[in-house]
């Protein structure tokens, strides 16, 4: 074990306590006969649905999409396909999205049968999916289905742009205090196809409930697009170079740069910030017990602003879900899902305001 690895043992990776919510469960894995769930809810599954009518008109006559595979027919293009005035295009993506909220709707309904689940009264969706028309209009389905069916619950996507969630929630993983003096952070997202930095401006003056947070900067690493596929510490030392410059970017800014690193990662986290299980889709093998990357992080960036550095990590689908709970102060319970290369989930209870924020 690193001493770095020793020192990070004291942090609050995964906490099930934060500062605004309770994390009642995370990462679950639900699995029938034909395997598991959240497979048939992923950005592949939904190329699969596309390809699947595209398939059965090819067998009576001409595709409308033509011959791009259907996995390589980026979001923008179904939108547009989905919109025109191709009526037949239009109903092969239409079709997609009416096969893929039925898909969303058994799954949200065997969600809400888990016991960690009980009386979630809205569910936001976030994930790549959910920035696209054909997406949206997938998860507005799967709500009309759930409420005509008798299921009392707000599914919504996801307000802030899927890609800044994943920073912003990075905010709500320390305590008000450790800010105390700072109007920004160091936030990382880490995902199966992509790895995104970015600094976030508080404004917690103006909103102490961290509502008016956002990404100052970013920077996006498409890590699947990678040819070969880059290690695992190769991956950890552009992370490292993506923050380095962040940093010297926010101190020409003048940024009061706190000395803390919020991590987003998929799996599910341990207490001490190894990665047990869900990594799969990364590049390298991140679930090692010989690796941490909370102390790659803190060794390699040890100072921020001349104090010592802090790194906390929580799982992806967690942070995500942590930039609503601005939205979601009246209500005791609450979950989120992340429809990208996976499908990632978290369900919370909002603490009691006056123990809250602490």
Request: hydrophobic fraction near 40%; proline fraction near 4%.
């Amino acid at each position: 074990m690193t001493d770095a690895k020793a020192e990070h043992r004291t942090l609050a990776h995964a906490a099930g306590e934060l500062p605004s919510v309770h994390v009642d469960d995370y990462n679950i894995e639900l699995a029938n006969d034909d395997g598991f769930i959240g497979d048939r809810v992923s950005k592949g599954a939904f190329r699969d649905l596309v390809e699947d009518w595209r398939e059965k008109l090819r067998q009576v006559g001409d595709d409308p999409l033509g011959d791009v595979p259907s996995r390589d027919v980026g979001k923008k293009r179904l939108d547009r396909l989905m919109l025109s005035d191709d009526p037949l295009a239009s109903g092969v993506v239409l079709g997609a999205v009416e096969d893929f909220a039925q898909e969303l709707a058994t799954v949200v309904r065997r969600f809400l049968r888990q016991k960690a689940w009980r009386d979630t009264r809205a569910i936001v969706v976030g994930g790549g999916f959910s920035d696209s028309q054909a997406g949206r209009f997938a998860i507005g389905r799967a709500a009309a289905i759930l409420r005509a069916g008798g299921v009392d619950i707000t599914l919504r996507p996801i307000r802030n742009h899927p890609d800044e969630a994943g920073l912003i929630g990075a905010a709500h993983l320390a305590p008000s205090w450790m800010f105390s003096g700072y109007d920004s952070l160091l936030a990382v997202d880490i995902g199966g196809s992509n790895i995104r930095a970015g600094v976030l401006v508080t404004n917690s003056r103006k909103a102490p409930d961290l509502s008016r947070a956002a990404v100052w900067r970013s920077q996006l690493w498409r890590h699947r697009d990678e040819a070969p596929q880059p290690s695992r510490d190769e991956a950890v030392a552009k992370l490292v170079r993506m923050l380095r410059g962040l940093i010297e970017r926010a101190g020409r800014a003048r940024l009061k740069l706190a000395p803390f690193v919020g991590v987003g990662c998929p799996g599910l986290i341990e207490a001490d910030g190894t990665i047990t299980r869900g990594g799969q889709n990364l590049p390298g093998n991140w679930e090692s017990s010989r690796f941490h990357l909370p102390s790659e992080i803190a060794a390699a960036i040890p100072e921020i602003g001349g104090h010592e550095t802090t790194v906390v990590m929580h799982n992806d689908a967690v942070v995500q879900g942590l930039s609503e709970v601005p939205n979601m102060t009246e209500l005791d319970h609450w979950g989120v899902l992340t429809v990208g290369t996976g499908l990632g989930n978290a369900r919370f209870s909002n603490r009691l305001r006056d123990d809250a924020h602490g």
